[in-house]
């Protein structure tokens, strides 16, 4: 079981890491709303740099135990703050997802804050709503990752 979970800033040095974590086909289906094409280096370099490089962007790695295991993020998106994350299957299930986005909300003071999910993805839910967040809708769009429009469940905390 995961004992420490801290949050620190993304490096150049991480990409090649969260690169693999963010090709794993049953973490690409359960997220659904992926990169077209979770194989496109040249494309997740490109999307992470243009992260990095904004500054209404708080880019995180999740480190666990002193082992990078996924990332975490606050971005504005017509708007409205949100938060992604993003956890290597291998701690599925041990919290890791909670406690690192419980650390990005006291860095990230701004409310209301929004979280999204695919409505099926019952684990990301759980997590939004152990955070605190509240269902407040639902979206239809189109899923990259099944190749199908879905649902998505829509989550603030205020």
């Not at 800033?9 to 090709?23: C, H, I, K, N, Q």
């Not at 880019?59 to 994350?85: H, L, P």
């Amino acid at each position: 079981m995961i004992s420490d979970v801290t949050l620190r800033p993304v490096g150049e040095a991480d990409f090649d890491v969260l690169f693999e974590f963010m090709r794993d086909p049953e973490a690409v289906a359960m997220a659904a709303f992926t990169a077209k094409d979770p194989d496109d280096r040249e494309a997740f370099d490109a999307h992470t740099r243009r992260n990095l490089a904004n500054p209404e962007t708080t880019n995180r790695v999740i480190v666990a135990d002193g082992r990078v295991v996924g990332s975490i993020a606050a971005f504005v998106m017509e708007g409205d703050t949100e938060v992604t994350y993003w956890v290597d299957r291998s701690v599925w299930g041990q919290g890791v997802a909670g406690r690192a986005l419980a650390l990005l909300l006291q860095e990230v003071t701004v409310r209301p804050i929004y979280g999204r999910c695919a409505s099926d993805n019952e684990a990301s839910k759980r997590v939004l709503l152990k955070a605190g967040f509240e269902v407040v809708g639902t979206d239809t769009g189109f899923a990259s990752a099944r190749g199908e429009e879905i649902e998505e469940t829509i989550l603030r905390l205020s």
